[in-house]
């Protein structure tokens, strides 16, 4: 930059000008403004030293936090190895687990963090769960689980056994093939306890395989399809107790399938 | 755990229908119904204290200075139940440091920042000026210096100055208008904007907020305003009065028109969340909207000030109907705000279940704690009413 072409006397004189012109306006502004002028420009720069002071320097870098943050969460203890190294050792039951219906749940579930047992296999040994506290966790009977999802209650289901007894964890498949489908649809089957069609069997409506005990998500039960079939108690000249509701299927929101209106587990639900 | 286990397990019992395990405590409590109540109660005040600037409805000139110390002294407290609800307060000020603009109820303290410290603090400021002055002149010692810091040492007491008073009072009620509308219609508008939950997902809760607050503020001023003024062995200004509760029920009406508007809308509507809704205010919320909101809060005054008004009553039937009708007004639009903040919370989002909301006594988000959160804002109003007397004024006399 040429420093020799500014006109140095020029510069000076305007910015004198412009000193005298805020100075007369200053001058000219109410006493009152002036007064609050002076606090606001207080304020902000206040604000600004405190914003200097307190917020970290490293501050909005990657997004609405501190960047630093990162390092510190990189920085904590790794207490988790991840369930892929088990195999590594542990083929065997990996194998087994993996075709088993706890093959969606990690080994680390069940034993806990297993970071420095892979680190130091001989020194620190992992623990699994042995009394009846932790598997009802996931299979003590509540409403909002899925149905099919399998559910004990577990103050009447074997009470003085601890679960590994019967259930190898590893492959939890029963000892038995469950008798009645209440084992797995406990929410079903407490619901229909409530209403009427406690006296009709499961296999009354639901066709359901022998297989689907065995592989239940493979083998699916049947539903019934048509009005007809419930016409089958239901219906006027249906051949079934007198006590039963009946309708004349002809006449009966024709157009609709019995399930639109009524629920079949509790057809007394409003 | 057990703790959490005893608190849970009376609440269990009266739950009805499908509930979502996180739906059966309700989180947001008494203090949230608290918060929109009383910054309500600030933008209804203001929006009074505006009519005598902006719009030169003289005959409520007597309450002027009390609605812009009203809404003051309840500004001030207005943040503290949300303090109080989320904990850590020594933590609030990081809003205001780290701004961030995608998050509405982090805005919120710019807003609040704003309507307190660029609106009301400065159009009281310029209102009392020159009485501070004056003040500052005519009395001695802590109270002479108190006037003197309170009116930032000036003393400029010229014509030209006392016009720019005025001038700067107008510009900022002018401001203030949006500005009120915003900070209440902010606090719809985090309701309003939950899209996850039917009972309060509407464009229309802002303005419904809006008109509540306004309805809700107004009514407060006409009771702080009847209460002081014979205390201080003062006539109460019938005409003053008349306008108030003129205005009183103009809003109520319009609010009345929204709510009715948004309930037939959503009627109309029929989403899947009807069900659910409808039974709740069969139901949990009887009580609380139909009986208290609407009836004794809103039908009730309404018809109440519209007979007086009708049948020409006399003066002191009049003051006795406005009083009671004020009343009911601030006990149903209460009851506006319970409705909102705990009904949203009743039912479940599975549409198919009702939980139940325990107030405790003790405990921050108690009872104990809410009535001393209500009752401060009336401490602060006395201390402002000693200290900035709203009726005395040299500027006029």
């Given at each position: 930059?040429?420093?020799?072409?500014?006109?140095?006397?020029?510069?000076?004189?305007?910015?004198?000008?412009?000193?005298?012109?805020?100075?007369?306006?200053?001058?000219?502004?109410?006493?009152?403004?002036?007064?609050?002028?002076?606090?606001?420009?207080?304020?902000?720069?206040?604000?600004?030293?405190?914003?200097?002071?307190?917020?970290?320097?490293?501050?909005?870098?990657?997004?609405?936090?501190?960047?630093?943050?990162?390092?510190?969460?990189?920085?904590?203890?790794?207490?988790?190895?991840?369930?892929?190294?088990?195999?590594?050792?542990?083929?065997?039951?990996?194998?087994?687990?993996?075709?088993?219906?706890?093959?969606?749940?990690?080994?680390?579930?069940?034993?806990?963090?297993?970071?420095?047992?892979?680190?130091?296999?001989?020194?620190?040994?992992?623990?699994?769960?042995?009394?009846?506290?932790?598997?009802?966790?996931?299979?003590?009977?509540?409403?909002?689980?899925?149905?099919?999802?399998?559910?004990?209650?577990?103050?009447?289901?074997?009470?003085?056994?601890?679960?590994?007894?019967?259930?190898?964890?590893?492959?939890?498949?029963?000892?038995?093939?469950?008798?009645?489908?209440?084992?797995?649809?406990?929410?079903?089957?407490?619901?229909?306890?409530?209403?009427?069609?406690?006296?009709?069997?499961?296999?009354?409506?639901?066709?359901?395989?022998?297989?689907?005990?065995?592989?239940?998500?493979?083998?699916?039960?049947?539903?019934?399809?048509?009005?007809?079939?419930?016409?089958?108690?239901?219906?006027?000249?249906?051949?079934?107790?007198?006590?039963?509701?009946?309708?004349?299927?002809?006449?009966?929101?024709?157009?609709?399938?019995?399930?639109?209106?009524?629920?079949?587990?509790?057809?007394?639900?409003? | 755990?057990?703790?959490?286990?005893?608190?849970?397990?009376?609440?269990?019992?009266?739950?009805?229908?499908?509930?979502?395990?996180?739906?059966?405590?309700?989180?947001?409590?008494?203090?949230?119904?608290?918060?929109?109540?009383?910054?309500?109660?600030?933008?209804g005040a203001f929006i009074l204290a505006s009519l005598v600037k902006v719009f030169n409805v003289k005959e409520v000139q007597p309450t002027y200075r009390m609605s812009l110390l009203t809404a003051?002294?309840?500004?001030?407290?207005?943040?503290?139940?949300?303090?109080?609800?989320?904990?850590?307060?020594?933590?609030?000020?990081?809003?205001?440091?780290?701004?961030?603009?995608?998050?509405?109820?982090?805005?919120?303290?710019?807003?609040?920042?704003?309507?307190?410290?660029?609106?009301?603090?400065?159009?009281?400021?310029?209102d009392?000026?020159?009485?501070?002055?004056?003040?500052?002149?005519?009395?001695?010692?802590?109270?002479?210096?108190?006037?003197?810091?309170?009116?930032?040492?000036?003393?400029?007491?010229?014509?030209?100055?006392?016009?720019?008073?005025?001038?700067?009072?107008?510009?900022?009620t002018?401001?203030?208008?949006?500005?009120?509308?915003?900070?209440?219609?902010?606090?719809?508008?985090?309701?309003?904007?939950?899209?996850?939950?039917?009972?309060?997902?509407?464009?229309?809760?802002?303005?419904?907020?809006?008109?509540?607050?306004i309805v809700s503020g107004i009514a407060l001023v006409l009771l702080i305003y009847m209460v002081v003024t014979p205390m201080r062995g003062n006539k109460i200004d019938m005409t003053c009065l008349n306008k108030i509760a003129s205005f009183l029920f103009y809003a109520m009406?319009?609010?009345?028109?929204?709510?009715?508007?948004?309930?037939?809308?959503?009627?109309?509507?029929?989403?899947?969340?009807?069900?659910?809704?409808?039974?709740?205010?069969?139901?949990?919320?009887?009580?609380?909207?139909?009986?208290?909101?609407?009836?004794?809060?809103?039908?009730?005054p309404?018809?109440a000030i519209?007979?007086v008004k009708?049948?020409d009553a006399p003066a002191e039937l009049r003051r006795l109907v406005y009083f009671v009708s004020a009343l009911?007004v601030?006990?149903?639009?209460?009851?506006?705000?319970?409705?909102?903040?705990?009904?949203?919370?009743?039912?479940?989002?599975?549409?198919?279940?009702?939980?139940?909301?325990?107030?405790?006594?003790?405990?921050?988000?108690?009872?104990?704690?809410?009535?001393?959160?209500?009752?401060?804002?009336?401490?602060?109003l006395?201390?402002?009413f000693?200290?900035?007397p709203p009726f005395e004024n040299?500027a006029q006399s």
């Amino acid at each position: 930059m040429d420093l020799d072409n500014f006109n140095w006397e020029e510069i000076n004189k305007k910015l004198k000008e412009s000193v005298r012109a805020m100075k007369s306006f200053w001058k000219s502004l109410p006493e009152q403004v002036k007064r609050l002028t002076v606090i606001v420009i207080v304020l902000i720069f206040a604000l600004i030293f405190v914003r200097g002071l307190l917020v970290p320097a490293d501050f909005g870098k990657y997004g609405h936090y501190r960047a630093s943050a990162i390092d510190e969460i990189i920085s904590q203890e790794i207490n988790y190895a991840g369930h892929g190294i088990c195999l590594e050792c542990h083929d065997d039951i990996v194998e087994k687990k993996q075709s088993s219906y706890h093959k969606g749940v990690s080994c680390e579930v069940c034993h806990g963090p297993a970071a420095k047992h892979t680190e130091s296999p001989d020194e620190v040994s992992l623990r699994a769960p042995r009394g009846r506290g932790y598997c009802p966790l996931c299979h003590e009977y509540l409403p909002s689980r899925p149905t099919g999802f399998p559910q004990i209650v577990s103050a009447s289901h074997n009470p003085m056994k601890p679960c590994i007894t019967c259930h190898n964890p590893h492959d939890p498949k029963p000892p038995q093939t469950p008798k009645e489908c209440s084992a797995c649809h406990a929410e079903i089957a407490r619901t229909k306890s409530l209403s009427r069609h406690i006296y009709v069997p499961c296999v009354r409506c639901h066709e359901a395989p022998v297989d689907h005990k065995i592989k239940p998500r493979e083998v699916l039960p049947s539903k019934p399809q048509t009005r007809e079939f419930c016409g089958g108690c239901h219906g006027e000249d249906a051949d079934s107790d007198k006590g039963i509701p009946r309708i004349d299927l002809a006449e009966h929101y024709e157009h609709y399938t019995c399930w639109q209106c009524h629920y079949p587990h509790l057809p007394e639900a409003p | 755990m057990e703790e959490i286990i005893a608190h849970l397990t009376p609440i269990l019992k009266e739950i009805t229908g499908y509930i979502y395990p996180n739906e059966i405590e309700l989180h947001w409590g008494l203090l949230v119904v608290i918060y929109p109540y009383l910054t309500g109660l600030v933008a209804g005040a203001f929006i009074l204290a505006s009519l005598v600037k902006v719009f030169n409805v003289k005959e409520v000139q007597p309450t002027y200075r009390m609605s812009l110390l009203t809404a003051l002294a309840f500004l001030l407290i207005a943040p503290l139940p949300l303090l109080a609800h989320l904990g850590h307060p020594e933590k609030s000020f990081e809003i205001f440091l780290t701004p961030n603009t995608t998050s509405a109820m982090a805005m919120f303290g710019f807003v609040y920042a704003w309507y307190l410290m660029a609106v009301l603090l400065l159009e009281i400021w310029f209102d009392y000026r020159k009485d501070m002055i004056v003040w500052a002149s005519e009395s001695s010692g802590l109270r002479r210096w108190m006037y003197k810091l309170l009116s930032l040492f000036s003393s400029d007491l010229s014509d030209k100055a006392l016009k720019f008073d005025k001038k700067a009072a107008k510009v900022l009620t002018i401001i203030g208008i949006p500005s009120a509308f915003l900070l209440h219609g902010y606090v719809g508008f985090i309701f309003g904007s939950i899209k996850a939950n039917p009972w309060w997902s509407s464009v229309l809760m802002p303005i419904v907020f809006l008109f509540s607050a306004i309805v809700s503020g107004i009514a407060l001023v006409l009771l702080i305003y009847m209460v002081v003024t014979p205390m201080r062995g003062n006539k109460i200004d019938m005409t003053c009065l008349n306008k108030i509760a003129s205005f009183l029920f103009y809003a109520m009406i319009v609010d009345f028109s929204l709510e009715a508007l948004d309930f037939i809308h959503r009627i109309y509507e029929s989403e899947e969340s009807i069900k659910i809704l409808a039974q709740l205010v069969s139901g949990k919320l009887f009580v609380s909207l139909v009986i208290i909101q609407l009836l004794i809060g809103m039908l009730v005054p309404l018809i109440a000030i519209a007979v007086v008004k009708i049948m020409d009553a006399p003066a002191e039937l009049r003051r006795l109907v406005y009083f009671v009708s004020a009343l009911l007004v601030q006990v149903g639009i209460f009851s506006t705000r319970w409705n909102v903040v705990v009904g949203g919370q009743l039912f479940s989002k599975s549409f198919s279940g009702l939980t139940v909301y325990k107030m405790g006594f003790f405990g921050l988000e108690g009872l104990l704690v809410s009535i001393i959160i209500m009752v401060m804002p009336f401490v602060i109003l006395y201390v402002l009413f000693k200290v900035l007397p709203p009726f005395e004024n040299p500027a006029q006399s």
